[in-house]
T-cell receptor
């Protein structure tokens, strides 16, 4: 079975970079995702990476994938107070259309 | 971008009643929709996969007779919580995959918060 793990909490100062980490166990993962959830709201897709890629950059967001170690990270440059939210990583593995989510990392950005 | 809506956004009901939650894809067609459940401060857990024109596929441990799913059209899936109990109180989130796009696209609704008294 699949398992996705994240650290629960991260606190950074405004303007610093944030790095949120995620590990997964299923080597047949095809796509890996990062979602943002603000209080009381649904999930917003931030970015995703195909499993044969090592890195993907989209404006302030950089996703790094180490497939050998099954480690995924999301770096947010110049973190703002509006980035405070819960960030979920998720994987979709071959043969399954639904996503498996990690437990979420609560990012707190201090002014 | 693609939009998925849910209705209602929140609902309070008495124990023993049934509640229907709608999930709509507003600007695309979705042959497959997914229903997730999220408890406070926890992750999303997949409940079932809703397939247009056929029966839903339920995850292990999810009672299909309690959580009725109907996917009658390419833009609408409904989840009915039958004979609701306080332990059914949760945040229910649906997602939909655009049939014209690749496997990587899955758009989430804003969620429905259910409170059973």
């Amino acid at each position: 079975g699949e398992d996705v793990e994240q650290s629960l909490f991260l606190s950074v100062r405004e303007g610093d970079s944030s790095v949120i980490n995620c590990t997964y166990t299923d080597s047949s993962s095809t796509y890996l995702y990062w979602y943002k959830q603000e209080p009381g709201a649904g999930l917003q897709l931030l970015t995703y990476i195909f499993s044969n890629m090592d890195m993907k950059q989209d404006q302030r967001l950089t996703v790094l994938l180490n497939k050998k170690d099954k480690h995924l990270s999301l770096r947010i440059a110049d973190t703002q107070t509006g980035d405070s939210a819960i960030y979920f990583c998720a994987e979709r593995w071959a043969g399954r259309r639904a996503l498996t989510f990690g437990s979420g990392t609560r990012l707190q950005v201090q002014p | 971008g693609a939009v998925v809506s849910q209705h209602p956004s929140w609902v309070i009901c008495k124990s023993g009643t049934s509640v229907k939650i709608e999930c709509r894809s507003l600007d695309f067609q979705a042959t497959t929709m997914f229903w997730y459940r999220q408890f406070p401060k926890q992750s999303l857990m997949l409940m079932a996969t809703s397939n247009e024109g056929s029966k839903a596929t339920y995850e292990q441990g999810v009672e299909k007779d309690k959580f009725l799913i109907n996917h009658a059209s390419l833009t609408l899936s409904t989840l009915t919580v039958t004979s609701a109990h306080p332990e059914d109180s949760s945040f229910y989130i649906c997602s939909a995959r655009d049939r014209k796009k690749g496997q990587e696209t899955q758009y989430f609704g804003p969620g429905t918060r259910l409170l059973v008294l």
